[in-house]
């Protein structure tokens, strides 16, 4: 499988520059990171998550640090967060491999908010639909494209060392 379709065609109707970087399975967000000998501070991970609602929303952090779901319901004023499961959110991603979502929810229908300390890497790596391949685009360049809502919030605690 290759890029999601719908970021693929995004990418090239907007004229945007990335670049792909091909790298080897990887088990983890932190795995991954090493394998494709990228900074977990730039590597960013889009988690699914549901409020009490049952309404979907993206949370984007950077790869080394784990979501805090209270800083993020804070954040968001969405009350009851918690983690989407793989069965619930597969449906809303058809064209990308399970859990290889890029962190462009708008392309799916999901507002996205980005951790603000992904501001400060200069590129930004992420999955693009596939897990054999990351995307690497200027955050400026992301931030345009994808329109997250971003402030100086913080959604994360350090990932504890294992």
Request: charged share 20%; glycine share 8%; with cysteine.
């Amino acid at each position: 499988m290759a890029m999601s379709e719908r970021l693929a065609q995004l990418l090239v109707s907007e004229h945007a520059p990335y670049r792909l970087l091909p790298h080897d399975d990887a088990i983890d967000a932190a795995h991954l990171a090493a394998v494709s000998h990228v900074s977990g501070r730039a590597l960013a991970k889009g988690v699914v998550l549901r409020d009490a609602g049952g309404e979907f929303l993206m949370m984007v952090v950077p790869a080394h640090c784990q979501l805090d779901l209270g800083m993020a319901a804070r954040a968001t004023g969405r009350p009851g967060l918690r983690l989407a499961t793989e069965a619930e959110f597969a449906p809303l991603f058809p064209d990308c491999q399970l859990g290889a979502m890029p962190p462009f929810g708008d392309l799916y229908g999901l507002p996205v908010y980005v951790d603000g300390c992904l501001r400060a890497a200069p590129e930004i790596f992420f999955r693009g639909g596939t897990h054999h391949e990351l995307v690497g685009m200027r955050f400026a360049d992301y931030q345009s494209l994808a329109k997250p809502v971003t402030s100086q919030w913080c959604f994360h605690s350090m990932a504890k060392a294992a």
